[in-house]
């Protein structure tokens, strides 16, 4: 796998789906006159892909646009059919998962690796690039090691050669039932401050029991942010006026 920085993309049309029709998408439609992230990797529904690579990317998303992203694209070597499901189970709202089904991109970018040994058949190597106006302006590799290796092309990487100084968003877990008073009104402060967050259903996604084990406590809302752990609606808006007082 070499780097090609400085190249210009493959001109490839790719197959995708839209409204349960197949829609064709030239390179030059994603790439022309923007500035696009793009991370490509082995397969949809993969462990590493699923875990940590794709929900990364979705979970930084805004603080790349917010630092001159256009768009942010996944790659892979699957169908449209698959991507689409992918990106539905992976609530990947954020980013633009594109399929390069004939593998003619990765080939062009000289990523095709062949992965038979696990009945994959042809697939991606896994990478990452910041491309301008279809030229790319950077890549990072992963190292040609045996297995999958992941240490480079990971959302946080890119995001700091773009600008070693971004603001990353803290990670918000707030357990939750529907129909909770408290919990809405929990839910409405933490999105009045920008804060995103992650919502586990009480009922759904956890039981009394999980909940009694993580919070020691069987009411909800019950708030955690960065692995601290905050507690309920009026200890949520505490925490947020501290923290706002120690950033005035």
Aim: charged fraction near 25%; proline fraction near 5%; hydrophobic fraction near 40%.
């Amino acid at each position: 796998m070499q780097n090609i920085e400085g190249q210009m993309l493959p001109q490839v049309i790719f197959k995708t789906r839209s409204n349960d029709e197949f829609v064709d998408v030239h390179s030059n439609d994603i790439f022309k006159g923007r500035t696009v992230v793009v991370f490509s990797l082995p397969g949809a529904f993969t462990p590493t892909c699923s875990s940590t690579h794709l929900p990364r990317y979705n979970e930084l998303a805004k603080t790349f646009k917010e630092n001159g992203v256009d768009e942010i694209v996944c790659l892979s070597v699957n169908d449209a059919f698959v991507m689409d499901a992918w990106k539905k189970d992976q609530e990947a709202e954020n980013v633009t998962l594109i399929p390069d089904g004939n593998g003619e991109f990765t080939a062009g970018m000289g990523m095709l690796v062949d992965k038979s040994d696990l009945g994959f058949g042809q697939r991606s190597w896994r990478y990452s690039m910041l491309v301008r106006d279809g030229v790319i302006e950077k890549m990072f590799i992963e190292p040609d090691l045996p297995g999958d290796p992941f240490e480079v092309s990971d959302a946080d990487t890119m995001l700091d050669y773009i600008n070693p100084n971004a603001t990353k968003p803290k990670a918000v877990s707030i357990i939750a039932k529907p129909g909770c008073p408290f919990c809405a009104k929990a839910k409405e402060m933490l999105e009045a401050k920008g804060m995103d967050y992650e919502e586990i259903i009480l009922g759904r996604d956890a039981g009394l029991r999980s909940l009694r084990a993580i919070s020691g406590t069987e009411t909800v809302p019950q708030v955690f942010v960065e692995g601290e752990y905050i507690g309920g609606s009026e200890a949520l808006k505490a925490w947020l006026n501290t923290a706002s007082s120690k950033a005035a």
